[in-house]
T-cell receptor, first 113, second 114 residues
């Protein structure tokens, strides 16, 4: 499968714990995006990488959130001191720098108890 | 007020019906318009992509963009039960930086009854 992959697919954690999600984009795509989707809503932009550089961060991305893309390939999204309001689907997408189409992965569903 | 408004439905139609899904938007800088299909507990799947105004057809799907009215539509002909999903409109402006992010509607939940 050459699409965007995300791991884990599901994560249940207790409030206050840290969690980390991984995204592997389509191999030749140098742009990578993170979105968050809550029930009944469309995805909301969190942050965006061009290769290893994080070029844009949404105001939704509080200081408890950090994202990295160390070698310009896979990316990780970490949430520290999770809160119940962090419960959502976290989606990763990738695209070519010359293209306008973003392809989404299956998402990581987070539940904070 | 949200930048992109989409009727959440739910919308229920019989198999074979023509389905019309719509979004309105307020940001005149939006230039690229997309429709994604999302099955329950899955990631969004790109269906249609259009640039600026006009129509685009792909099989049973037709996307329309009317920039003067800030209104986009997706038509599904000969709808099938397998089309049952949530349909998300998405759009972005041209240029660099924050223009790269997609702004989504809240999605319309469609059920096609056999």
């Amino acid at each position: 499968d050459t699409g965007v992959s995300q791991n884990p697919r599901h994560k249940i954690t207790k409030r206050g714990q840290n969690v980390t999600f991984r995204c592997d984009p389509i191999s030749e795509h140098n742009r990578l995006y993170w979105y968050r989707q809550t029930l009944g809503q469309g995805p909301e932009f969190l942050t965006y990488f061009q290769n290893e550089a994080q070029l844009e961060k949404s105001r939704l991305l509080s200081d408890r959130f950090s994202a990295e893309r160390p070698k310009g390939s896979f990316s990780t999204l970490e949430i520290q001191r999770t809160e119940q309001g962090d419960s959502a689907m976290y989606l990763c997408a990738s695209s070519l720098s010359s293209g306008e189409t973003q392809y989404f992965g299956p998402g990581t569903r987070l539940l904070v108890l | 007020q949200k930048e992109v408004e989409q009727d959440p439905g739910p919308l229920s139609v019989p198999e074979g019906a023509i389905v019309s899904l719509n979004c309105t938007y307020s940001n005149s800088a939006f230039q690229y318009f997309m429709w994604y299909r999302q099955y329950s507990r899955k990631g969004p799947e790109l269906l249609m992509y259009t640039y600026s105004s006009g129509n685009k057809e792909d099989g049973r799907f037709t996307a329309q963009v009317d920039k003067s009215s800030k209104y986009i539509s997706l038509f599904i002909r000969d709808s099938q039960p397998s089309d049952s999903a949530t349909y998300l409109c998405a759009m972005r402006s041209s240029g660099l930086g924050s223009a790269r992010q997609l702004t989504f509607g809240s999605g319309t939940q469609l059920t096609v009854l056999p």
